[in-house]
């Protein structure tokens, strides 16, 4: 009966062990791959919306009469 109980505490210490291991070592890992993607997206997508911006700028001054540079 006494070992019964120790395996079921040996058990159930190795259980603890293996999710403080993923709470401290798996899940912030990820936490940190994932924020390292967003905020590598965010850079990449921060960079094509300001080209698409200046470029819209561009053709709107060029474009526009109003602005007599194409007349």
């Known amino acids: ?3 019964a ?3 079921g505490a040996s058990g159930l210490y190795e259980c603890l062990v293996a999710l403080v291991r ?3 070592c798996v899940i ?5 791959m994932t924020t390292w993607r967003a905020l590598g997206a965010l850079i ?3 960079s094509e ?3 698409t911006g200046l470029r819209q ?5 060029f ?5 007599g540079l194409m007349s």
């Open 22 to 24: 993923v709470i401290f």
């Open 5 to 7: 109980s120790a395996e």
């Open 1 to 3: 009966m006494l070992s």
């Open 28 to 32: 912030p890992a990820c936490a940190e």
């Open 44 to 46: 990449v997508w921060q």
């Open 63 to 67: 474009l526009q009469p109003s602005t």
């Open 57 to 61: 700028r561009r053709q709107r001054l």
């Open 49 to 51: 919306y300001k080209d």
